[in-house]
C-alpha cells in the first residue's frame, strides 16, 4: 500500500493550494480518507475527512469555508482544496486512509510541506 502527496510549497497568504494524496495497493473506496497536518513540536492534528463514498465530510473548525476535502475513487485519489490560505496553515500536511474490518486498517502518506508567507 502506498499514499504520496503531492501538491504543497511556498505560497502567500490568501493564496490558494491544492494537495493530492494518490494511493495504490488498497480497494480505496472502502477507506475514509483524512488530511493532517502537524507543526514542529505541535500535535498532529486532523484538518479534514471523508467518507469513501463521499458523501459525509467534516472539518476541523480552523478551516471550515476555506478547505475542501474531496475524493475520486475511480483515480484512487484524495484531495484538499485550501483556499485562503492564512500563516497559521504552515504544516506538513499527511493523509491517511483507515478502514475498520474486524481490525483497523490503517495507512499514512509521507507528507508534504506547505507554508504560507509574504
Known amino acids: 500500500v502506498q499514499l504520496v502527496e503531492s501538491g504543497g510549497g511556498l505560497v502567500q497568504p490568501g493564496d490558494s493550494l491544492r494537495l493530492s494524496c494518490a494511493t495504490s495497493?488498497?480497494?480505496?473506496?472502502?477507506?475514509?480518507m483524512m488530511w493532517y497536518r502537524q507543526s514542529p513540536g505541535e500535535q498532529r492534528e486532523l484538518v479534514a475527512a471523508i467518507s469513501g463514498v463521499g458523501d459525509k465530510t467534516n472539518y476541523t473548525d480552523s478551516v471550515k469555508g476555506r478547505f475542501t476535502i474531496s475524493r475520486d475513487n475511480a483515480t484512487n485519489t484524495a484531495y484538499l482544496q485550501m483556499n485562503n490560505l492564512k500563516p497559521e496553515d504552515t504544516s506538513v500536511y499527511y493523509c491517511?486512509?483507515?478502514?475498520?474490518?474486524?481490525?483497523?486498517?490503517?495507512?499514512w502518506g509521507q507528507g508534504t510541506q506547505v507554508t504560507v508567507s509574504s
Open positions: 491517511r486512509a483507515y478502514r475498520v474490518l474486524l481490525v483497523p486498517y490503517d495507512y
Open positions: 495497493g488498497l480497494k480505496f473506496w472502502r477507506y475514509d
